[in-house]
């Protein structure tokens, strides 16, 4: 069964730093190009990052380039998500999503979300 | 980038409707695009890849079509378990973006 869970999520202020880890069971991370999509409270979805599956190639929203950074570690089956100068405005649940194998390149799964709140 | 626009915001219908939501893109993006659900408090569930494809799992009442820069998501027979909010999503560039989402009320 193909299992994402995400953690680290936390109060942090503004300016600050945090790093989400992405836990990966199930299947292969390696094989796979993975995603991170945030929702802010009470507002819609927000694609943020993308990682190629040996992380050669990252592509990243514009709110958040250069101050975010994923990596992964196919050997630790983990994705990660680095997460500098943070903002109120990056107060969202944050979910990992696998990118699926089709050519379209759909988020077939997705984990339960963390919870990062940016306030002072 | 590719901008997302779906219509309407929010609707109310009652089960047994048929429910039309759509997805415009800013540009052509051929049939990279995507549906999903999200019930409240919970994560999203992929129902349509590339514009028609249903997912394995998800009921045949579930339907999309379209291509280029207008999609559309329809749901026959509404039932209880499909009030929730619909996203559409474009994986056609690098940059992925999604619609603002359309939430599904019981009337």
């Known amino acids: 069964e193909v299992q994402l869970v995400e953690s680290g999520g936390d109060l942090v202020q503004p300016g600050g730093s945090l790093r989400l880890s992405c836990a990966a069971s199930g299947f292969s991370l390696g094989t796979y190009w993975m995603s991170w999509v945030r929702q802010a409270p009470g507002k819609g979805l927000e694609w943020v990052a993308n990682i190629k599956h040996d992380g050669s190639d990252m592509y990243y929203v514009d709110s958040v380039r250069g101050r975010f950074t994923t990596s992964r570690d196919n050997s630790k089956n983990s994705l990660y998500l680095q997460m500098n100068s943070l903002r109120a405005d990056d107060t969202a649940v944050y979910y990992c999503?696998?990118?699926?194998?089709?050519?379209?390149?759909?988020?077939?799964?997705w984990g339960q979300g963390t919870l990062v709140t940016v306030s002072s | 980038d590719f901008q997302m626009t779906q219509s309407p915001s929010s609707l109310s219908a009652s089960v047994g409707d048929r429910v039309t939501i759509t997805c415009r893109a800013s540009q052509r993006i051929s049939n990279y695009l995507n549906w999903y659900q999200q019930k409240s408090g919970k994560a999203p569930k992929l129902l349509i890849s590339g514009a028609s494809s249903l997912q394995s799992g998800v009921p045949s009442r579930f339907s999309g079509s379209g291509s280029g820069t207008y999609f559309t998501l329809t749901i026959t027979s509404l039932q209880p378990e499909d009030f929730a909010t619909y996203y559409c999503q474009q994986s056609y560039g690098s940059v992925r973006s999604f619609g603002q989402g359309t939430r599904v009320e019981i009337k």
């Open positions: 999503a696998r990118v699926g194998p089709s050519v379209f390149g759909a988020f077939d799964y």
